[in-house]
């Protein structure tokens, strides 16, 4: 008798000490993802992925720092979180994340449908400017709708363009017939590790010169440059296709001769 109540008591402090321990990580692991963290220009991080093949893009979820599958598509109907346009790009804060190995650059995006709009973080390694460019007919850049940022000294600017030429691009409003600057929020910031830039623009196209977000794997370019202006030839550039409603992201087919 005296051995069967010797035998419980031991069972129950050990599954009491189980418990404390189950509670103890999971508490944790709960505090540790809750820890606000920064993820801005890093180039050193993104090194993990292995050299030379461009890193799958994939949900940004906090802790997921490795290549994985596309992401499935939003569930209709389920609220979109609302990344930040600060200059700033906190881990977890935007749907979807590219880094591209080739460059060591990276694009962030986040679709709010109900908004209409496309939330999109670029990041480069270098302290000119960053651009993205949306579906160029070739060759080289031409007929890209093209974003461009960069930050001088504390100050940001940003230009809504597109490459009417195959190796130059300008402002929609400087073309003719005039288009519009259709950036609707915009923010940076730069220092030693790179430069980000952070813009909102509808998905639809709203002039002649935009290229409209569509649930397809769309061509785009992005690119960057070591000069703080809209007119420097870029230092690295990488050419993908992308679609922005699933994450999904492929090395682009050669471009047309
Ligand atoms: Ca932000
Ligand atoms: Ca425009």
Known sequence: MRERIVALVLILAVSALAAVVLLTVNFRIKQRYSEPTLAGPNPSSPSASAPGAPRTSGPEEPGDPGPGPPAPAATPG?????????????????????????????????????????????????????????????????GGDILIGYVKDGEVFVRDDYAHE???????????PEGEDNVLERAGSSGPAGTVIEVVRPLAASDAYDKPITDDLIRAQLAYSEVADFSSYHVARTAIEINFYTGEVIPAPPEPP
Request: hydrophobic share 45%; no cysteine.
């Open 78 to 142: 389920a609220p979109v979180p609302r990344p930040v346009v600060d200059g700033r790009i906190a881990e977890g804060e935007y749907r979807f994340s590219y880094f591209d190995a080739g460059i060591h650059a990276s694009l962030y995006w986040t679709i709010d449908e109900e908004a209409g709009v496309i939330y999109l973080g670029l990041v480069s390694p270098a302290s000119g400017w960053v651009a993205l460019s949306l579906a160029p007919t070739g060759p080289r850049m031409k």
């Open 166 to 176: 195959v190796v130059s691009h300008t402002a929609d409003v400087e073309l003719s």
